[in-house]
């Protein structure tokens, strides 16, 4: 997924948050806020992870094409 998705994600979790911690109207409803303010930082992080791994992937593949360069020169 595209990093901007993981930001939009974050952000209404944000602002879902501060929409039941000012207008909720069940008597725990701070807690139901923070609970779901600190999805942003989740969903945050987990895009940080995927983008860390798609450039894990791309590393291990050009450092595969680097090898298979150095052993076809060998051989000829």
């Known amino acids: 997924m595209k990093p901007l998705y993981y930001f939009i ?3 209404l979790s944000i602002l879902l948050s501060i929409y039941i911690f ?3 109207t069940a008597p725990n409803h701070e807690l139901i806020a923070i609970f779901i303010g600190l ?3 989740t969903i945050i992080c987990l895009g940080v992870f995927n983008t860390l791994l798609g450039i894990l992937d791309e ?3 050009a450092h595969k094409r680097i090898e298979e360069r ?3 020169g060998h051989e000829r």
């Open 9 to 11: 994600g974050a952000g």
């Open 22 to 24: 000012i207008f909720g």
């Open 70 to 72: 150095q052993t076809c």
């Open 39 to 41: 999805w942003a930082p």
């Open 59 to 61: 590393m291990c593949c």
